[in-house]
């Protein structure tokens, strides 16, 4: 019986030839191959059309709220635009194949967002740590805070300048600084103990426990003393220093004779004469001739005078006042002078030409050696000459 082929049914799909089917099988190891040579594995590429499960996100209300766009740079979006375009390849089966360059961009992305959070956190400021503008003052208030600093910075001072002086105080007083030798120089007339025991001070005593001013003052008392120079020699030393008067003349007052020197000042009273001219004719009263005195105004202009007189007579190679012993200054216009080892007096007059009346009188001298008698020199030497007058012998 002939064989009736069947009718193709118009749903049934025609089969493929041989041909096709050995160009089929070549096309899919064509892309086994390709495959093979770029080493495809779904461990580093990402198949599009397979669904994937995400690990769920966990959200920070907080981080969500101060989540901002990230901003892509130039590089990121040429790779973006470079994956969308060239490394999207298709094959039969209809499934995209992401490219690396596609990968690459999504994790660079991804770690933008991480680091925009982490910059979010950092960047978090706490309200105590925000710094408050302060608030404008007034001109009142301003002037008071000012007034305020001042005080506070002038009792800082003050306090600082307490602590420091006491701290000096404290040290200057403890017994390293205590006084254990006393030196005395340049005195000739008053004994070392004698001005120690004026001065007041002692072994032991703190070297700063006394003025200088007071310590001179009280060594100044006695009248022999004019100048005083006290020393403190650190830690344990002090030194006074002194500059006695010399008694160069004196004055008579009953039985006693008083020391004076160049100054007029009152040295001592006593009943020893010394080998200096007595002073008589003075106008001082007898209740202010007191040690440490001075005379008065019109017996220091005649002292004055006398001092002249002595200058005179002890110029060059005279030896005119070593002769003299006594000299009366009741007349300022006619002192007179009392040569004792000559047996002469000399009516000197005033204290003008003096150098003239000086030659005059060491030629009277020389020329009447041996006679007893009186020098007239209270003359106008420019009229009338000096002259001798021998005293008449009873």
């Not at 990402?46 to 901003?71: A, F, H, M, Q, Y």
């Not at 030196?183 to 004994?191: L, P, T």
């Not at 001005?195 to 009248?223: E, R, V």
């Amino acid at each position: 019986m002939p064989r009736v082929a069947k009718e193709k049914s118009k749903h049934e799909k025609p089969r493929p030839t041989k041909s096709k089917l050995k160009s089929k099988k070549a096309k899919v190891e064509n892309t086994e191959t390709n495959t093979k040579d770029d080493k495809f594995s779904f461990d580093e590429e990402i198949v599009i059309g397979l669904k994937r499960i995400d690990e769920p996100k966990v959200v920070n209300k907080k981080t969500k709220k101060s989540k901002k766009k990230v901003k892509t740079t130039k590089k990121q979006e040429k790779i973006k635009s470079n994956s969308k375009t060239k490394n999207i390849d298709d094959d039969d089966s209809g499934v995209i194949i992401k490219s690396k360059y596609m990968r690459n961009y999504e994790e660079e992305e991804e770690e933008n967002r991480q680091n925009n959070k982490k910059g979010n956190k950092k960047n978090k400021v706490s309200p105590k740590n925000v710094k408050r503008e302060p608030k404008k003052l007034t001109k009142k208030q301003e002037m008071a805070r000012r007034k305020r600093k001042r005080v506070l910075r002038v009792i800082k001072y003050l306090t600082l300048l307490a602590i420091i002086i006491g701290g000096i105080v404290y040290t200057l007083l403890s017994p390293i600084f205590n006084i254990k030798n006393i030196e005395v120089y340049g005195n000739s007339k008053i004994s070392s103990d004698t001005i120690i025991s004026l001065s007041g001070l002692s072994i032991n005593q703190n070297i700063f426990s006394f003025w200088t001013s007071d310590i001179k003052d009280a060594i100044k008392q006695n009248a022999y003393i004019d100048k005083v120079q006290i020393s403190r020699k650190i830690p344990d030393k002090i030194e006074i220093s002194v500059q006695e008067r010399v008694a160069t003349y004196m004055l008579t007052l009953g039985n006693a004779y008083v020391y004076i020197n160049n100054q007029g000042y009152i040295l001592e009273i006593t009943s020893k004469k010394l080998a200096v001219p007595v002073i008589i004719g003075y106008n001082t009263p007898a209740e202010e001739i007191v040690e440490g005195n001075r005379l008065n105004e019109t017996d220091l202009e005649k002292l004055n005078d006398v001092l002249k007189i002595m200058e005179a007579a002890s110029s060059g190679d005279n030896k005119l006042a070593e002769l003299i012993t006594q000299i009366d200054i009741s007349d300022k216009n006619n002192y007179i002078l009392d040569i004792s080892s000559e047996k002469k007096k000399i009516y000197l007059g005033d204290v003008s030409d003096l150098s003239t009346k000086i030659l005059w009188i060491n030629k009277i001298l020389k020329d009447e050696e041996k006679n007893e008698g009186t020098i007239y020199l209270n003359v106008n030497l420019n009229v009338e000459e000096p002259y001798f007058r021998e005293k008449v012998k009873v």
